[in-house]
Every structure is written in structure tokens, then in C-alpha cells.
């Protein structure tokens, strides 16, 4: 196994989250499983479930058919790492194995729901195999351990059964969702919809409610003042005071902690003194204040009324712990019997809690005439819980059709005056579908963050939708609580295309958070500097509650490493696709660059758009792979291919933009169909250099499609493009003591060709001195393309080297220079002898010492405002 990667979003091999492999098969590349003695028979008598696998053929048992034929072992992991994952637990099923290039290696892609287990199943698979292969090793016996390994990693990362209840709703309806630490903290929804849970308690519950709730006394207090029905209580801080309560009140009593939960230290059906004292002892010794609740004891049976968001949305009837007597078996049978039921488990994990048989449980045996060992007549139900809580084993009975109007009444009325928008309502009744006046029922208890899983799986009756009716409480009904995204992605352009739709939506009033190649900034405020165009940086943003609309540069390498950092975007804008960085990452031809930036195209849903440039034949061949719609783009003149290509979009009524001339003048257009949405000069857009800078003028076009794809009108379009001066280091206009100075990025070659272009547009005959450095990761062709380029595009040249692993210094810019310094056609390279400064600035400032007023300098460097920093004079930014 040479890599594992987690990508957690949309990548280049599955719109799902997967586990990604890269293995070396070595020898193995010759000898696919048919050729390997016995190989088959031994995978599928150590993993029996591989059996059902389908694989390509869409039929079970297509796997195996795989296995007899012959197939290779990196597929064959790929099964096996599913298949442990399922029988820990799991139901991932989907993976692929494809060749990585070079021969015997291989990428396996497998889907996961938890990714420590992923990871896990994915070494585990590989030792398998190996095993396997081997013909030797104990593969049953591995097999199982792996699999225990695995499904005590899921129980450890699993989240508890009422978030997840929550959660499982969230995904039915598209809510995005981040598990904020390794418990039950979860953030919902992204930017000004975001909203937080914690197992019951959301980020809307109450403070104030959820203290008065834990305070047993409080809570009693305010629903007697408020009318509700509550049984008579006095609090107790000595075993005194508790004798005294409960004799004041009446046997029978209960008592227990003021501050308790879960039933813990709770003592039921107290009828003299000896148990009152003995029950005040337990409830304070569960109690943080050791202090009690003396309570007169209600007949009835046990409810439990859940409302939300002020609305009875499920009511459960709690049976206490117990077992039924068959004549044969002992009590610690029947519990042990009980216990081997599937849905229980221990704590709150499963359905149900185990029962135990600990001091409670053998005191409420006793009062029953019983112990452990004595064996119950037929059909004799055996009580071995005080109360009837799920946490000490007990069972529901989902009564929620049958709740009388006037109780539901009672029990919202309760969570209000509390103040309490998730609550948990005990009632005691003799029948729930009754008035409480007419029973005698009454409100024992009120709690916040109550449980779910009597609601969600009741031991009898239908399942209630309460995680649903919580997430309709946070976001509304159908709501989805997210907010529009674009993603921008393309070889060059991307910074200067995000921060120009950026500050279109900003001016159209929308709180606009952005991700680029050198910041986080949300509505403004600059949250993290340096290179956040990842997923990493994607998901801070979009958790940062200040923002309305995202727009997010997406870069290759984030893409390769870890997906996207959202499930979907709406927008989806491709400036480019040049060969850079080709020779990274296994990526090695230009179309697979494409495929890797066409992820974003992949995530438009039906809902949303492509933005993609028509000039570019493989940004356009990515338009059948949005789901949603596509809006095209072209600086081209009528007749050329991509303006063909947008002509012909318009006429079918798609969105498009172009540029068109009127009076002699060019202007930006945007058209759907025939309607035109925004005409505005290139003269006014002060980026395009008065269209000059041809590269800004497709940037704006893009950003101005994308902004009416997100719903922003033409005129704000038209004052963003208007008051948008610069983009800091992206072809930004500069004059120094008599000099002008393009300052640009221009890292590769498409880059280094467009500011020829705009350098022949706006030189007049003025000598061109050059500033260029490439990044250290390039491959050495392109180094000597860019240099050969460089050579015909300056008269002066200065060359710079960021630092670059593994080779000694000068070497890398050595091949720009000598492919810059080449004669071509006889005659001798523009440039000369290009000169050789490793720091970009000394660079930028030795060419600014040796021009002259009247000069155009091009410095193409990473670290702009540094190098301004280093000239003489202060730079004055400035735009045509």
C-alpha cells in the first residue's frame, strides 16, 4: 500500500465520500486470482459475504464469478475492504479499482460512512489479501479479529441514537452537517442558517429553561404557578426534613435527587419512615446539592410527552424493567435471555439498555418476595427497576394518537412556561387519552435534552419523526439551511474571477464569504492569510455564521488530496484548463487535469448552473456533466469556435455572455436567449485595461454570468464591475517615477502568454523589461517553454528561482534562461542574455534601477507587494 487519502467531498471518482488506495501489485500484476492456487475458494470461505457481491454484472454472486475468471488484486481489496465494513456494522457498498499508470499500480476507491473504520478496513483488506495469497496464514481467524477491530472502532465513533436521529433526517433533506468534536456536538446548516445541537439541546434551547429543568424544585415551583397539575413536594436537605415531608404529604412517596437524571437515585412506592430515610440517603448521595425531592406519588402509568419547538410531537408510555416467569428459568435466566435480544446494549448505544441486576434492582425484588435465583411462575411479571426509565432497561409503548388534546395542551403549555423548545414532559396517568382532571394525572418531572430512542424505535407501536420535528423547529419547514455557493476552479483566473463576484454580490448587499489563494475572508473581515483555496478552508468558511453567499476558489491540488469541502455547489465557474502542474499527483495528460477540475462541474445540481468558457474546447466538453443548467462565455470574435459555440447556446435560449460592439466601442454582454441582461462598456470595467487585458475581460464575464445565475440584477452587476478597481497581484497597473509596471502572478505558461498579449496591446513602442520565476514544482519542459516564451516577449529579462527541493540553486532557472537567451530563425532571442536574481523582489528592483522613464516593466512574481516594497518609490496603483 503506497497512500492512503480520505476525501471526505466530490473528487474526481465518486460524488461520495471514499477511502482512496494507491497499491503496488509488483509481481502480482502477473498472476490475476484464477492463477493462484486455491486462492478463490480461501477468500470466500474467510469472508462468506463476498458471495453476494454483484460487482459489475448487477447480480449477486457476480463478484465470485469475477474471482473464477480472474481478476486482480487491487480489485479484489476493493471487495474485501466493503465486505469488512459490512459485517462490522457498516453498509457502504460502492467502490471502483482503476490502473494509475504506471503498471502493477492501482487506485481503489471505496466508499465509508465512518472514516477511522474506513481506514482501518482498508489495511485490514490489504493484510488480508496478502494473507491469502500467501496460502498459510490463519485468514479465518484474521478475518475476525479485523472485523471486531472494526466494529468496536464504529461503536466508539458512532454518534448517540437521538443526535443520530436528528442526523438521519438532516441527510433525507440535504441539511450539511459537521461533527464539531468526538461527541455528540453537531453544527447544522452553513453561514447565517448555521445552527448547533448537542444530542437534544440546540443551539435555541433556553439556558435559563435548561438550569430550571435540572433544578427538580424550581421546575415544580413554576408549573404550580402557572396552574399545570404537579403533586405535592418539599425539598429535603436532611434525613429529617424528609421524614417530615413525607409524612406531611402522605404515603406514599417518592424520592429523589433535586438535580438527578436517567432515574438515577430515584426510590418509588415508599409507604413508613425506614424507607423514606433509606430513600432520602440514595437520592442525595446521586445529587450534586445532596438535597431531595420528597414527592406525594401519583397512580398511573408512566408517559413521557415530547414537545418541540412548542408542539407535542410524540407521547411513550415507560414500562419499567422486568421479565415474565416461564416455571422453569431463575430471574438472572430471564435477564440473561432478555439480554441476548439484539436491540439492547450497553448505555444508550442500541434501542435498549441492558437490564442489570444491581442493588436497586435486588431491593425492588425484595419488596416482591423474590431474589435473583428464585424462578417466577408461568406467565408471573417480575418488576426489576423503581422506575420506568429506558436508561435502567425499561421498554416503550408509542401512545402518541392516543394523547387527549387538553394533556397535549398541558404538556406545551409546561415546555413554555419553563421555556424550554426541546422538552421532555413525565406524566403520570391512568389513561393518557383522558383529561388529567378527570384521572388524576399530574406533571412529575420536566427535562431538557431528553432522549430520543423511545420515540424513534419504541419497543411497541410506529416510530415517531422527532428528529424532523426538530429540524423544522431550527430551519422551518422543507428548509435546507444552506446557502449559495460558487465554486471557481480553472488553471489562471481564478483568484481575480472569486474576488470580482465577491465584491458583485457585496454590492448588491449580500454578506459575501470568499476562499482564495491567499485568504478566508467572511462579509469583509479577514478570518485566516495564506493559501485557503482547499476544502479545508471551504468548510471553515461555510460554518462562519456572518454570511449569506459563498464564493470559493477550488484548487487541483485540494481537489486530489481531499475532495471538495461541501457536498454540492450551485454555481460552478471553469476560467481554464492549461498543462500546469501536470506531472503531480499521477496526474500526467491534460485531460486528466481536466477531469480533476471538472469536479465543481459534476457538483452543479438541477438546480444550479455551469459557467464555462466556451474558448476553451476542454472546459466545454465538460457542459454534458452538469446535472443543472450551463452558461457559456467567449471573448472570441464572430466566427472563431467559441463564439460559434455561444451563438448557438443563445439561440436555444441559453444564458451566455460575449462581447459585442456598439459605436465602435466593445461592451460586456450578457444574454439569456435573446434578452439581454447586462451591456456595459469595457471602457467602464476598470480591470479589463479598457479591454487590453483580454484574460480580465473573459474573468468578468464569468463572474457577471455567475452573479445572474445567482440572482443578482444587471444594474448592481454593473456597478460591481464598474467599482471594481484591481485585483492585488492579478495584471494590476502601477506607476513609479515615470515607469509603468504590470504586476502579475503569471506562473505558467497561458499566464505568461496572455500578458504578451496584453503587453503588445499597450506598449507603443516602448522598450518591455521582464520580471519571471516559475514554481519550483513545474516539470523541466514546461520551464523551457515558459523561458522560450519569455525570450520572445521582453527586451530585457530578468529571471528570478523560488526555492526548489532538491536541486542546487540556479539550476531550475538555468533552463528558462538558456531557452529564453536561444537564437530562433538565425536571428538573436529579443531579450539577450537574461540576468539571474534568485529573490523576486532583488529582481524586480534590479530592473526598475537599469529602465528609464517611459519604460513598461512586467514583473511576474509571486510575492507583489513585496517586490513594490523594494523600488524607490511608492507605486501608485492605477487603472486605465
Known sequence: MLRTRVLHGPNRWSRLPVIHLRVDLGALEELPTNLIAGFGQRLMETLPGLARHSCSTGRAGGFATRIAEGTWMGHVVEHVALELQRAAGGSSSRGKTRAAGPAG???????????????????????????????DAPAPDAAEQAVSSLRALMVRGRLGQSTQAIIDVANRRHIPWTRLNERNLVQLGWGVHTRRIRATVTSETSLIGAEMARDKDEAAATLERAGLPTPGWRLAATVADALSHARALGYPVVIKPVDGHHGRGVTLDITDDDNAAAGFERAVAASRRRQAIVQRQVTGRDHRLLVVGGRLVACAERVPAGVVGDGRATIAALVDRENADPRRGQGHALELTEIRIDAAAQAVLAAQGLTQDDVPAEGRKVQLAPGANLSTGGTSIDRTDAVHPSVAAMAELAARVVGLDVAGIDLITTDIGRPLADTGGAIIELNAGPGFR??????????????GAVLDHLF????????PIAAVTGSNGKTTTVRLLAHILETAGRATGMTTTEAIVAAGLVLKTGDMAGPASARLL???????????????????RDGLGYDYNDVAVVTNVTGDHLG?????????????????????????????????????????????????????????????????????????????????????????????LLMIGL???????????????????????????LGVDGADISQGLRSFASSPGRVERHVVDGREIVLDYGH??????????????????????????????????????????????FDRLYVAEPAVRGRPMGEAAGLLIDAAAQTRDGRPSRCGQPVFI???????????????????????????PRAMAMLPGPGTPTSR
Open 105 to 135: 499500480v492501482y487506485d481503489i476507491i471505496f466508499a465509508f460512512e465512518d472514516e477511522a473504520v474506513g481506514r482501518a478496513a482498508g489495511a485490514a483488506a490489504v493484510d488480508l489479501v496478502n494473507g491469502l495469497i500467501d496460502g
Open 454 to 467: 423511545m420515540h424513534t424505535r419504541p419497543t411497541v407501536g410506529r416510530g415517531r419523526n422527532v428528529g
Open 476 to 483: 422551518g419547514p422543507g428548509s435546507e439551511g444552506r446557502i
Open 542 to 560: 461555510l460554518r462562519t455564521p456572518t454570511i449569506e453567499v459563498a464564493v470559493l476558489e477550488v484548487a487541483r491540488g485540494g481537489i486530489l
Open 584 to 676: 503531480l499527483d499521477g496526474i500526467t495528460t491534460i485531460k486528466q487535469l481536466a477531469d480533476v477540475k471538472a469536479v465543481i462541474v459534476d457538483a452543479v445540481p438541477r438546480t444550479g448552473t455551469a459557467v464555462l468558457n466556451a474558448d476553451d474546447s476542454l472546459v466545454l466538453a465538460m457542459a454534458p456533466r452538469s446535472r443543472g443548467s450551463v452558461a457559456l462565455t467567449t471573448t472570441q470574435p464572430t466566427g472563431e469556435p467559441g463564439r460559434t459555440a455561444v451563438d448557438r447556446h443563445l439561440a436555444g435560449g441559453g444564458l451566455g455572455g460575449l462581447i459585442e460592439s456598439a459605436e465602435g466601442a466593445e461592451q460586456a454582454v450578457v444574454r439569456r436567449g435573446t434578452e439581454v
Open 683 to 709: 471602457a467602464d470595467i476598470p480591470i479589463t485595461w479598457r479591454g487590453a487585458a483580454r484574460m480580465h475581460v473573459a474573468n468578468a464575464l464569468a463572474a457577471a454570468c455567475a452573479a445572474v445565475c
Open 748 to 793: 505558467n505558461i497561458a499566464a505568461l502568454r496572455s500578458i504578451g498579449d496584453l503587453v503588445a496591446r499597450i506598449a507603443n513602442g516602448r522598450r518591455v523589461i521582464g520580471v519571471v520565476s516559475m514554481p519550483g514544482d513545474r516539470r523541466d519542459e514546461d520551464r523551457v517553454t515558459f523561458g522560450a516564451l519569455a525570450g520572445t516577449l
Open 838 to 864: 534568485a529573490d523576486e523582489a532583488a529582481a524586480a528592483h534590479a530592473a526598475f534601477a537599469n529602465s528609464e522613464p517611459g519604460d513598461l516593466l512586467v514583473f511576474c512574481v509571486a510575492n507583489g
